[in-house]
């Protein structure tokens, strides 16, 4: 999985023959790549393709992150990923991310072997940086849900200004990444998570959600107001401790932590 800190290679290349050997379920067919886009969402979004169908690009113009953000990443550096599904209506998209979060973590476990976490709502978190967010669209019943994880980039290549400070794989364990095998490992995962909550909802996957659990029992501030993070709960939304002696359940929104 991983090449010595001393490689200076950036990529074997996400394009298909790449990725091929590394697609081990249903998710990546079929597998759209473009070495230049301006959003792998937009190669999905009113598509008419099937669930399941991936798009991935080493490099957006227009990357689009949550809450209307850019998300940018130097040319095959990282991992750009928009998965097409079809969830039963009566799941919540606030919940498919954390599930896609969770198979991103683990997929960062697993070729780092350092322990990540799910900062609520979306983020992906190692050694207390972001390395990867999600973001999810919806068109007639389609969502598509695109992950971006940041796997090569140096030090110096990662955003600035950025409300939760971002990290690579390589700038925090100073190696570089096969990122082919890892998009195959979160694609893998991916299926995973997806089908436990399709079954069984959050609970399906709530164990391995809670244990990574970010921000449980620390300090934030929401909407400027301080409070102590308690739990990811059950139903996905975000329970708080108000420091006026509230206890709140957030839906969505940004939550700050104290450095
Ligand atoms: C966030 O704001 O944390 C979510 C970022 C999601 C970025 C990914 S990169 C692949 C896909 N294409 C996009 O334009 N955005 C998502």
Not at 83 to 101: D, G
Request: charged content about 25%; glycine content about 10%.
């Amino acid at each position: 999985m991983t090449s010595t800190g001393n490689d200076i290679r950036q990529s074997v290349s996400l394009a298909f023959e790449a990725v091929r050997p590394h697609l081990l379920g249903r998710f990546g067919k079929p597998y759209l790549y473009e070495a230049e886009c301006e959003s792998t969402q937009l190669l999905l979004l009113g598509s008419g393709l099937p669930e399941g169908a991936v798009a991935v690009a080493e490099h957006q113009s227009g990357g689009r992150g949550r809450l209307g953000r850019s998300w940018t990443a130097p040319p095959a550096t990282s991992i750009l990923v928009s998965v097409l599904l079809e969830p039963p209506t009566e799941r919540t998209l606030p919940q498919l991310s954390l599930v896609a979060a969770l198979a991103a973590a683990e997929a960062v476990e697993r070729a780092t072997a350092l322990a990540a976490q799910i900062k609520w709502p979306n983020d992906v978190m190692l050694n207390r940086r972001k390395v990867g967010g999600i973001v999810s669209e919806v068109t007639d019943g389609t969502v598509v849900l695109g992950i971006g994880l940041n796997v090569n980039q140096t030090r110096d290549q990662l955003p600035l200004g950025a409300p939760t400070e971002p990290g690579s794989l390589r700038s925090l364990t100073g190696t570089t990444y096969d990122r082919a095998a890892l998009l195959g490992s979160l694609l893998t995962r991916l299926e995973r998570t997806y089908d436990a909550w399709r079954e069984y909802g959050l609970d399906g996957v709530y164990g391995e959600l809670g244990a990574r659990d970010f921000l449980r029992g620390r300090r934030v501030t929401i909407d400027g107001e301080p409070a102590t993070a308690v739990q990811i709960a059950r139903d996905g939304r975000l329970e708080v401790a108000t420091d006026a002696h509230e206890t709140r359940a957030l839906e969505s929104g940004e939550v700050r932590f104290e450095a």
